[in-house]
């Protein structure tokens, strides 16, 4: 659905360079989250948000920052990508916190 | 330790056929949800079960909620090719105060025409 967009939707990149990926919403809804997706692995979570400059880290939090200056975005930064970081990235919105609502996806390639 | 085990991994059958695809744990969850993901695409919400024993019906696709709130499962009748795809299940833990969900890891469903 168009209420949550992802960008970019495919990135290559190099070992060592920063990554910042985008997730915009225009559900106005107060939790948003950052996964990743690996075979094997299933989705697992790397960062959430409560509200505007609220987070805290998930699962697979290492590596990974995060920052959300508005309701509708929430930004997903890697410092120093490594080939480990090789994912498809969902970001995903919710109400309440229980039923999310994902984005199409990033596609990341760490080379 | 992954906290909801779902099964089977994989699922391949007819079209026509019917299936069930289970999602446990030993863990007691506040709500269940059931998704749909299909290549290049982000999970879609199906379902959300909340009650003890509850059963919700979506077409031909029936959820039900453990009495004990710790596994739920996925009926599908007479399946079809659209109903390729990724199921996840997914629970929000009672207690856990944080807002997040488990995932886990899917059952990965082919029907075949």
């Known amino acids: 659905d168009a209420g949550i967009t992802q960008s970019p939707r495919h990135k290559v990149t190099e070992t060592g360079t920063p990554v910042t990926l985008r997730c915009h919403q225009t559900?106005?809804?107060?939790?948003m989250y950052w996964y990743r997706q690996d075979p094997g692995h299933g989705l697992r979570l790397i960062h959430y948000?409560?509200?505007?400059?609220?987070?805290d880290k998930g699962e697979v939090s290492d590596g990974y920052s995060v920052s959300r200056s508005k309701t509708e975005d929430f930004l997903l930064t890697l410092e120093s990508a490594t080939s480990s970081q090789t994912s498809v990235y969902f970001c995903?919105?919710?109400?309440?916190?229980?039923?999310?609502?994902f984005g199409p996806g990033t596609r990341l390639t760490v080379t | 330790t992954q906290l909801l085990e779902q099964s089977p991994q994989f699922l391949s059958i007819q079209e026509g056929e019917n299936l069930t695809v289970y999602c446990n744990s030993s863990?007691?969850?506040?709500?269940l949800q059931w998704y749909r993901q299909e290549p290049g695409e982000g999970p879609v919400l199906l379902v959300t079960?909340?009650?003890?024993?509850e059963v919700k019906k979506l077409k031909r696709l029936t959820f039900q909620f453990g009495d004990a709130r710790k596994d739920s499962s996925l009926h599908i009748t007479a399946a079809q090719p659209g109903d390729t795809g990724l199921y996840l299940c997914?629970?929000?833990?009672?207690?856990?105060?944080?807002?997040?969900?488990?995932f886990g890891k899917g059952t990965k469903l082919s029907v075949i025409p």
């Open positions: 995903a919105i919710s109400i309440a916190g229980d039923e999310q609502y």
């Open positions: 559900e106005n809804h107060r939790y």
């Open positions: 948000s409560y509200g505007v400059k609220d987070t």
């Open positions: 863990s007691v969850f506040s709500s």
């Open positions: 079960v909340v009650t003890g024993g």
């Open positions: 997914a629970g929000e833990r009672t207690g856990a105060g944080s807002y997040q969900l488990t």
